[in-house]
């Protein structure tokens, strides 16, 4: 196993901040009015979203393809800075270094983020130190799980942001329903998401030897419980596209905050036991945990939503 050395990590977490800074900086100014630009807008939350999701990974990693994001990320924001204030940009167009200070902040922490790239390979050379690993050491496994931890909480407060700063669009169609019949919809897939989480908590239990009057999984259980996981995954997203469009994240009420929050939980609930299966290096009881968190999470969505909707508009205790 190759050595992390402490040029490859610093210049990781430099151009993690670089690409951090700019994504901040971008989102910020989606917030204080550039969302109304047409097309602009939704190009700035692009670009703060894939700088912080590129951001987040560099933490973990720095392989040549995310580099290469990176400084994609760089060359287009400038790109756009540049065309913005010469030919114009989907008809719109800016002036200097204006709104300040965040233009020439944007422009400083672009230019950093290339010029961390361009010195990469040169500078880890000059190390005599390999690109990229991790020191076979307790320390910095420990770091290193910590990292991949920071990974779901990412995806919580991602969603979390966007679902507060994106307009909500109440007309937004789920298969080419909207208003009640896209509830009503909601609702019924909502219902078979619960219904494949069920499944898949027993055939979890059943791997786990937790079913007493069954013996042990055979091979199939265990590929039928990883095709069933994934079908639910694939579900959940036309119905969360829908619901963070149509509505964002609220809080107009205990039973609209709690759909909202557990929403955004639950994908850092699926993205924590993705990591979780994939490190074996983790105690035997994560996994379990991790899959009974995120069944638990898709129960309570369905109660206080689903549940809610098919049944008359009222669950007990909401």
Known sequence: MNTLSPPALALRLALA???AASGYIHAQLYIDGYRLVHVIGPLFLLQAST???????????????LRIAAAVIAV???AGFAASR????????ENGLRPTPQALLSLIAEALTLLILVAWQPALAAAAEPVEGLVPSTGHRRLHDVLWLLLPVAVVAGLFW?????????????????????????????SALLGLALIQLL??????????????????????HRLIGLTAFLLSLPIARHCITAY???FTDSRVALHSLT??????AFVAKVIVVRHRRWPGWALPLAGGTLVTAIALIWYVAPFWYLNGFQAPGL
């Open 203 to 224: 055939l979890g239990l059943w791997i786990y030897g937790r079913l007493p009057a069954l013996r042990a999984a055979p091979h199939p259980v265990h590929t039928t």
């Open 263 to 268: 929403g955004c939980f639950l994908y850092g």
């Open 76 to 78: 287009c924001t400038l």
């Open 162 to 190: 966007y679902g507060r700063v994106h307009t909500p669009d109440y007309e937004t169609s789920l298969f080419g329903n909207r208003g009640t019949d896209a509830q009503l919809l909601k609702a019924q897939l909502g």
């Open 248 to 250: 964002g994240v609220q």
């Open 17 to 19: 901040a670089t690409l």
């Open 86 to 93: 010469t030919t114009g940009l989907f008809g719109f167009s």
């Open 51 to 65: 700088a912080f999701a590129a951001a987040a990974l560099l933490l973990l990693a720095a392989p040549l393809l």
